[in-house]
Nanobody, 121 residues
Framework: QVQVVESGGTLVQAGESLRLSCTAS????????MSWYRQAPGRQRELVAG??????TNYRVAKGRFTISRDDAKNTAYLQMNNVDPEDTAVYYC????????????????WGKGTQVTVSS
């Protein structure tokens, strides 16, 4: 089994910065990709950003303000959130795509329980 734990969510003021962390632990051949999602009240869960095993990134929201990074040695992904806006208020979830084989020909997805980010105006 693989456990995914997010941390770093807090209450911040608009314009400030914070960094979220996501760490995967357990039996893993490797990690194909790690992604950050968020869900605001009354909204659907949406993809924020993702990063794969070779460091390629993609961003769906908050382009230019958020940066995703990864530390393979720690099985950890980060989401650096700069110049936050009240619209960024949401529960942020981490998804880890874990390789089923050493070659990572296929993978399984695991989710964390989320961390709350609240941005005041």
């Amino acid at each position: 089994q693989v456990q995914v734990v997010e941390s770093g969510g807090t209450l911040v003021q608009a314009g400030e910065s914070l960094r979220l962390s996501c760490t995967a632990s357990g039996t893993m051949f490797g990690i194909h990709a790690m992604s950050w999602y968020r869900q605001a009240p009354g909204r659907q869960r949406e993809l924020v950003a993702g990063i794969n095993s070779v460091g390629s990134t993609n961003y769906r929201v908050a382009k230019g303000r958020f940066t995703i990074s990864r530390d393979d040695a720690k099985n950890t992904a980060y989401l650096q959130m700069n110049n936050v806006d009240p619209e960024d208020t949401a529960v942020y979830y981490c998804r880890v795509d874990v390789c089923d084989r050493a070659s990572c020909g296929s993978f399984e997805s695991y989710w964390g329980k989320g961390t709350q980010v609240t941005v005041s105006s």
